[in-house]
């Protein structure tokens, strides 16, 4: 099993819907879990990251950790055709050094 | 403006070649990485540096060399032992400590002609 499971998709969605991506863990130990956006072609781009349980927000993207479900969430609202890219979780411990990445699911939004 | 600068973009190989792909940060950052991206399996570690002339082996380093004689620099070569190199090959770097987060390049897509 690995660390972290993410569906790779891909996700099609209409302009304007709210878009749910989502990932599993195992690693009871982590604390910092970050989503990152990445285009074709290009490098990850840190989208916004959370510390332990709760909600962030940052514009249209909501991140949400449930660390009791080892279940992580971002939520874009009013989707546009510029969100179109992959979208991978990261997530690594308070002292350690390494991050683990999901897959990344690619989403698709239509004009 | 900072950030981080892969070279070459796309990079061919023959059988029997080895390689090298060129990282260059000019963020000040510590740590830097190698990863490889694969369809449908995610990033995963090929090395990594959190201070010059020092490194360690990430998830997949066989077949792999690094080098990290100045903080700026992280070149990887791709051995002739590494039976499948196709792939695109991702540079980043991060602070230790306090902030969370890497800077990605913007990668190597290297093929095996």
């Known amino acids: 099993q690995k660390e972290v499971e993410q569906d790779p998709g891909p996700l099609s969605v209409p302009e304007g819907a709210i878009v749910s991506l989502n990932c599993t863990y195992s690693?009871?130990?982590?604390?910092?879990f970050m989503w990152y956006r990445q285009y074709s072609r290009k490098g990850p781009e840190l989208l916004m990251y959370t510390y332990s349980s709760g909600n962030k927000e940052d514009g249209r993207f909501t991140a949400q950790v449930d660390k009791s479900s080892k279940y992580i969430s971002l939520f874009i609202r009013d989707s546009q055709p510029s969100d179109s890219a992959t979208y991978l979780c990261a997530m690594r411990d308070t002292g350690g050094f390494k991050t683990i990445f999901g897959a990344g699911t690619r989403l698709f939004v239509k004009a | 403006d900072g950030g981080i600068t892969q070279s070459p973009k796309y990079l061919f190989r023959k059988e029997g070649q080895n390689v090298t792909l060129s990282c260059e940060q000019n963020?000040?950052?510590?740590?830097m990485y190698w990863y490889r991206q694969d369809p449908g399996q995610g990033l995963r570690l090929i090395y990594y540096?959190?201070?010059?002339?020092?490194?360690q082996k990430g998830d997949i380093a066989e077949g792999y060399s690094v080098s990290r004689e100045k903080k700026e620099s992280f070149p990887l070569t791709v051995t002739s032992a590494q039976k499948n190199p196709t792939a695109f090959y991702l540079c980043?770097?991060?602070?230790?400590?306090?902030?969370?987060?890497?800077?990605f390049g913007s990668g190597t897509r290297l093929t095996v002609v």
């Open positions: 690693n009871s130990a982590f604390q910092y």
């Open positions: 540096s959190q201070i010059v002339n020092d490194f």
């Open positions: 980043a770097s991060s602070r230790i400590g306090g902030e969370v987060g890497y800077t």
């Open positions: 963020l000040n950052h510590d740590a």
